[in-house]
T-cell receptor, first 115, second 113 residues
Framework: DTEVTQTPKHLVMGMTNKKSLKCEQHMGHRAMYWYKQKAKKPPELMFVYSYEKLSINESVPSRFSPECPNSSLLNLHLHALQPEDSALYLCASSLSNTGDTDTQYFGPGTRLTVL | GESVGLHLPTLSVQEGDNSIINCAYSNSASDYFIWYKQESGKGPQFIIDIRSNMDKRQGQRVTVLLNKTVKHLSLQIAATQPGDSAGYFC????????????FGKGTLLTVNP
């Protein structure tokens, strides 16, 4: 089973709202990732968690706040977003991110619209 | 900075033909590459990967070729089917330990019946 699940599938929020995106995997993977993808563009890395610790932050604005409560869950807390933050938010996981060739498996994404 | 890029943004083929999607990379230190397929409204799906100590790797109906001399990667799809219509992205691993993937621009493949 190489399934990464994400909820919700779609989210519409105002610029003053606070919401959270959730990601879950039960493959025993110890690295989890958040990506942002705009239409017809490749995914762009936002955050990497390795063994529940934040290891990479790609200079993401503080209105995006990641959290890794345990090895199976990854959250992305959203606050005071801008319309340009509207995008597909993808979660991925891999066995680790310190291995030689650890494949990343992606979830279906959350389609976020900021009004 | 260094990046992965693609030669063609769109590719249209007839059903049953072979498809070739190309990707150029600029980081000579990259040692691992992945091809992903992404259907509309879905997340990227792993297709095949290759390490830099290999020139070729084959899967089911797909072959990845790596030419390190010219820093070029290609994905060949045999007997292309309508279900192959999707976006295709190459990605390269960078950063050594604690690595991250950098994605290329992507190619949209359309298979005509």
């Amino acid at each position: 089973d190489t399934e990464v699940t994400q909820t919700p599938k779609h989210l519409v929020m105002g610029m003053t709202n606070k919401k959270s995106l959730k990601c879950e995997q039960h493959m025993g993977h110890r690295a989890m990732y958040w990506y942002k993808q705009k239409a017809k563009k490749p995914p762009e890395l936002m955050f990497v968690y390795s063994y529940e610790k934040l290891s990479i932050n790609e200079s993401v604005p503080s209105r995006f706040s990641p959290e890794c409560p345990n090895s199976s869950l990854l959250n992305l807390h959203l606050h005071a977003l801008q319309p340009e933050d509207s995008a597909l938010y993808l979660c991925a996981s891999s066995l680790s991110n310190t291995g030689d060739t650890d494949t990343q498996y992606f979830g279906p994404g959350t389609r976020l619209t900021v009004l | 900075g260094e990046s992965v890029g693609l030669h063609l943004p769109t590719l249209s083929v007839q059903e049953g033909d072979n498809s070739i999607i190309n990707c150029a990379y600029s980081n000579s230190a990259s040692d691992y590459f992945i091809w992903y397929k992404q259907e509309s409204g879905k997340g990227p799906q792993f297709i095949i990967d290759i390490r830099s100590n290999m020139d070729k790797r084959q899967g089911q109906r797909v072959t990845v070729l790596l030419n390190k001399t010219v820093k070029h990667l290609s994905l060949q799809i045999a007997a292309t089917q309508p279900g192959d219509s999707a976006g295709y992205f190459c990605a390269e691993k960078s950063g050594g330990s604690n690595y991250k993937l950098t994605f290329g621009k992507g190619t949209l493949l359309t298979v005509n019946p």
